[in-house]
């Protein structure tokens, strides 16, 4: 028997119909047609193909991939909304989906009894609710509002009323799915919090999200599946590292041509040896060429992964010759031991100012040797990767 | 870097023999004490489905609950004028307005059942692609909410009675286990009609059909003598209402026993349609995400 918390699949399979099919009696009759004549065989494509997971309670889980890799067919199998087509399920614990749920808000009821009724959705008891209420109220900021019909509320509040009450489960598995999608600033960070305060408390956490930074940021584990398979499980570094790595494969395959400025050679190197280290020199040798002949302003940055920059760096160039070679020195590296892009991109001065000469692209990646960054406690935001010289006493 | 061998590219397969092997395909089961036990705790969700169905509509509509109590009394009015006046069908010595008002309360309760109840899935269906509770509450919050508006339309009964100067019979507690067989009956219709309309969106254009003809095919304004006598079992079999409605008047209306064994073989009517309904709509229900 496994203790509350678990979340176990084995061989998962799950698939579904690739024809268009609309829920009409005049299709399936035609259906049936067809299959009694013994014509072609129905169209069908796997989402998910032989899933086996294993999460132990107190797990926070990063689900990662692309659209369409069967990340939300995977959770809703977990919430038990979706039966699998093969395989077990077995979910311990009462489990909470962290979900948007403005499809069952009546617009003619107030804000209170819409909050009773999804108390009641999400398996609450109507006390469980009451005790609640005002946490609920306080998370949605709605205040006064309360007590007004729900179509007379703005859209934000109508999905942050929604949202509230799911986040005031407190479920063994909680289940969030791309809810920081929606929501301005304030209300996502106000989720974000929310969810490492359930984590605090020892719940199992399962994370869908293309926001990698949020991502890294409360998960200890990622497993990052790709066309319904497990691509990779490992913890959320290595997983996003892996992640990120074959987003930028495809990204850098688009080779950019025709731009009056072109990025001929890009060399990245330690100043006292070929591969940079924290701490230490770093040189970037940058060829450039194409028809510009005006000065233009180089940008060149230094990310982890296809986040934005760790920091950017620009420096005015000539292609007077048709070549510009450019050296960059960076005397002291700030970047913990890790993999990096660089990017580069010029853009116009003067009469053609912020025109794109050449577009902001990852130009190479380079790795960095060096200590590793002091992981942060449990369950706060992933600090920006970089190194800073310290001494303790 | 923990990359598996496979390649990304081998795993696009549009072959349908690729698959999992035929052991490990997920089966329904149904474990009646476990499905009990769901519903059971699904019970306060059940009321706050009902509430919210009945809030709104108090809000809504200016006459609110009065809708309640106009829809059976005006029919009343109407089958009065026709079969009474018109027609002339005896029912002596009750009044015919009672007598067709206790058919009329059944009906209009197993046709708001039928009618709301056949929708209430699909009209949820975003919902129910996020959120996880057992699907039959959905019919059965728009059973409860038919069956408050059977209460207050017993009320007006209430008042019916005084009116005609006609009291109740003191049989009228054996109303009672049939009004068993009419919920059994009605869930069991609503469960096969609501998980069907998800998966035949046109369905739905049946249902006035059957609630028009279903209300001339069931005894409410005629006695149910009106019927051949040797057709009548097998007529309560698949019309369980039929006895239902015509055990209520005897024992409500006339204070006579309601017929045993046409009573008997409308409860084995009902509950064939309650358990078929019942597994057909929970096997039905785990597609339900894939075609929402």
Redesign the interface.
């Known amino acids: 028997m496994s203790p509350d918390g678990t979340i176990r699949t084995e061989?998962l399979?799950k698939?579904?119909r690739a024809d268009r099919q609309?829920?009409?009696?005049?299709d399936?009759v035609e259906q049936m047609g067809r299959r009694l004549r013994g014509g072609g065989?129905?169209d069908?494509?796997?989402a998910l193909?032989?899933i086996d997971l294993h999460i132990e309670p107190g797990d926070a889980v990063g689900l990662i991939g692309s659209n369409g890799s069967g990340k939300s067919t995977l959770l809703?199998l977990l919430?038990?909304?979706?039966?699998?087509?093969?395989?077990?399920v077995d979910v311990r614990g009462r489990?909470g989906?962290l979900?948007e749920?403005r499809?069952?808000i009546?617009p003619?009821?107030t804000g209170r009894?819409n909050i009773?009724?999804f108390?009641?959705?999400?398996?609450l008891?109507?006390r469980e609710v009451a005790a609640r209420f005002d946490a609920i109220v306080e998370f949605a900021q709605l205040n006064t509002a309360i007590d007004r019909?729900v179509k007379f509320y703005s859209s934000g509040m109508q999905m942050r009323l929604g949202f509230a009450v799911a986040a005031y489960l407190e479920p063994e598995v909680l289940l969030v799915d791309e809810v920081l999608a929606v929501g301005d600033a304030v209300f996502q960070q106000k989720c974000l919090d929310r969810m490492r305060e359930v984590l605090e408390q020892g719940t199992t956490l399962v994370f869908v999200s293309h926001d990698l930074a949020a991502v890294e940021s409360v998960c200890s584990r990622g497993i990052w599946l790709?066309?319904?398979?497990v691509?990779?499980?490992?913890g959320i570094r290595?997983a996003l590292?892996?992640y990120r790595?074959s987003i930028e494969a495809k990204t850098e395959a688009s080779a950019r041509v025709g731009e009056p400025v072109q990025l001929l050679k890009c060399e990245v190197r330690g100043t006292e040896r070929d591969s940079p280290a924290t701490g230490e020199g770093l040189v970037v040798d940058l060829v450039l060429g194409g028809d510009h002949r005006n000065p233009a302003m180089l940008h060149l940055g230094v990310s982890e992964g296809t986040a934005s920059p760790v920091f950017s760096l620009r420096h005015e160039i000539t292609t007077k010759d048709g070549e510009a070679r450019v050296r960059c020195v960076i005397p002291r590296l700030p970047l913990p031991r890790g993999r990096y892009t660089l990017w580069v991109g010029a853009y116009g001065m003067w009469h053609i100012e912020g025109q794109s000469l050449m577009a902001w692209h990852p130009a190479g990646q380079f790795e960095v040797y060096g200590p590793e960054l002091d992981p942060p406690p449990r369950a706060v935001v992933l600090a920006a990767p970089v190194y800073v010289e310290h001494e303790w006493s | 870097m923990a990359l598996p061998a496979q390649s990304p590219t081998v795993s696009v397969v549009p072959d349908i023999e690729y698959g999992p092997p035929p052991e490990l395909r997920f089966r329904r089961r149904l474990r009646l004490r476990r499905t009990a036990a769901e519903l059971w705790a699904a019970r306060e969700l059940v009321r706050a489905l009902a509430e919210r169905d009945l809030r709104a509509r108090y809000k809504q509509a200016v006459l609110g609950f009065a809708w309640a109590v106009m829809t059976p009394l005006l029919l009343m009015v109407v089958f009065t004028l026709v079969f009474n006046k018109a027609v002339k069908i005896d029912t002596s010595p009750t009044p015919y307005a009672l007598f067709t008002y206790v058919g009329l309360i059944t009906w209009q309760f197993f046709s708001n059942t039928m009618n709301q109840g056949a929708l209430s899935l699909s009209a949820n269906l975003s919902l129910l692609n996020k959120v996880y509770c057992p699907r039959e509450v959905f019919p059965l919050a728009t059973m409860l909410v038919a069956a408050v508006d059977m209460l207050i339309a017993l009320g007006v009964m209430g008042v019916l009675f005084a009116v005609f100067w006609f009291p109740p019979a003191g049989t009228f507690y054996l109303a009672l286990p049939l009004l068993l067989i009419q919920i059994a009956f009605t869930y069991g219709v609503a469960l096969v009609l609501s998980v069907s309309v998800v998966y035949l969106r046109d369905i739905r254009h049946l249902l006035p059909i059957i609630t028009q003809m279903g209300v001339f095919a069931t005894p409410v304004a005629y006695p149910l003598d009106k019927i051949p006598h040797r057709l009548q079992e097998v007529y309560v079999g698949f019309n369980p209402l039929a006895a239902v409605i015509e055990g209520y008047r005897k024992a409500v209306l006339y204070g006579e026993y309601p017929d045993m064994r046409l009573s008997l073989i409308a409860a084995g009517g009902a509950l064939v349609v309650l358990v078929g309904g019942y597994v057909f709509f929970k096997k039905l229900e785990t597609g339900i995400a894939d075609v929402a």
């Open positions: 061989h399979w698939r579904f609309r829920m009409l009696l005049r399936r065989p129905e069908w494509s796997w193909r032989d809703k919430t038990r909304v979706m039966y699998p087509y093969a395989g077990t489990i989906a979900i749920i499809a069952g009546h003619d009821l009894e009773y009724l108390g009641a959705l999400l398996g008891k109507r019909q790709e066309q319904g398979t691509r990779v499980d490992a290595e590292g892996a790595e």
